[in-house]
């Protein structure tokens, strides 16, 4: 009796683990849920970049940066042993809130762009060319600025609940964008900006409900492919990922296919970057006394391989 109670335990259990693997699609914006994609763990992160919080893949190296209060440094890891080896000082530059970093292929930006409390006027993205970053050794480099501000942001009160924070950035050939972090609605919005150094208004693109706070983004030029990732709007932090396909400069087609990654309640997931076809790394930072910072492998060939295939079809 015993063996039968087990046996249909198991099978029970089986069961449910199918059909939490089949895909569920959201009537209200068109994404594909998959709640069971588990990430390899590469590497817990190194003390002095306790605090990553985005990502850029270069000669082999990924690079990265604290946030608010961090010196104005980019730190360049070993992808073996995932140790600080290298280590860019922004000369010129003031790490009041730096919140991602991205790169078109020539440029590396850094989106100083935090905005906690709503009331940041002057927000600003320092740029430099990426042939500044030398082979090996530390550097120093002069950087440029883009300053701007929210062109829908009328309110500079400070207050803790609003939807004007950012902590997503990535280039296209064209332009910049930002994703903005939703803690009023857990919805985002996308702006768009000129990658020319002045003053600019990010100006709305467009926008989704992203069902929850987005931290960072990358953009793979060659598979025309959005890599977003994030965490639900909770204590929990539970994070996701979405892959959006096709974007465009219009971003149209915003959200349309969310992973969720039950297996890593708890991880503050922060920055994320492609490294190779289809593969992301993604960092978190250390999360109160749960988890120390560390980072993560994502492999998406298969999936750009299936929708490469179906589109053809």
């Known amino acids: 009796m015993r063996q039968e109670i087990t046996t249909m335990k198991k099978s029970f259990l089986l069961v449910l683990a199918f059909l939490a693997a089949?895909?569920?699609?959201?009537?209200?914006?068109?994404?594909?849920?998959?709640?069971?994609?588990?990430?390899?763990?590469?590497?817990?992160?190194p003390k002095e970049v306790c605090e990553t919080s985005g990502l850029f893949f270069y000669k082999g190296r990924l690079w990265?940066?604290?946030?608010?209060?961090?010196?104005?440094?980019?730190?360049?890891?070993?992808?073996?042993?995932?140790?600080?080896?290298?280590?860019?000082?922004l000369a010129n530059g003031k790490n009041k809130d730096w919140e991602d970093v991205?790169?078109?292929?020539?440029?590396?930006?850094?989106?100083?762009?935090?905005n906690n409390k709503g009331s940041r006027n002057h927000l600003r993205i320092y740029m430099f060319p990426l042939s500044d970053i030398p082979d090996e050794g530390d550097a120093s480099v002069k950087v440029d600025s883009i300053v701007f501000r929210f062109a829908d942001?009328?309110?500079?009160?400070?207050?803790?609940?609003?939807?004007?924070?950012?902590?997503?950035?990535?280039?296209?050939?064209?332009?910049?964008y930002l994703l903005s972090k939703g803690w009023a609605t857990g919805t985002t919005r996308l702006y768009r900006l000129p990658k020319t150094p002045g003053e600019h208004m990010a100006d709305v693109v467009n926008s989704f409900d992203s069902k929850g706070l987005v931290?960072?983004?990358?953009?793979?030029?060659?598979?025309?492919?959005?890599?977003?990732?994030?965490?639900?709007?909770?204590?929990?932090?539970?994070?996701?990922?979405?892959?959006?396909?096709?974007?465009?400069e219009h971003g149209r087609n915003l959200a349309n296919c969310r992973y969720e990654l039950p297996s890593n309640v708890g991880t503050q997931t922060e920055g994320i970057c492609f490294y190779d076809k289809g593969r992301c790394f993604v960092s978190a930072?250390?999360?109160?006394?749960?988890?120390?910072?560390?980072?993560f492998e994502f492999d998406f060939r298969k999936l750009i391989e299936q929708y490469v295939k179906s589109k053809a079809q």
């Open 22 to 45: 089949i895909p569920l699609f959201s009537q209200e914006d068109n994404a594909r849920l998959v709640p069971l994609f588990i990430p390899t763990v590469k590497a817990e992160l």
């Open 153 to 176: 942001q009328i309110n500079f009160e400070k207050r803790k609940v609003h939807d004007f924070d950012c902590e997503a950035l990535f280039a296209t050939e064209q332009h910049l």
């Open 215 to 248: 931290t960072g983004a990358d953009y793979d030029l060659e598979n025309h492919l959005l890599a977003v990732v994030g965490y639900a709007k909770n204590k929990a932090y539970e994070p996701f990922i979405y892959l959006i396909f096709d974007f465009d």
């Open 102 to 114: 991205c790169t078109d292929g020539t440029t590396v930006f850094v989106g100083d762009m935090g």
């Open 64 to 89: 990265t940066h604290n946030d608010s209060g961090g010196k104005p440094i980019l730190y360049g890891l070993d992808t073996v042993t995932f140790q600080v080896v290298q280590r860019i000082t």
């Open 285 to 295: 930072e250390v999360s109160s006394k749960v988890h120390p910072p560390r980072v």
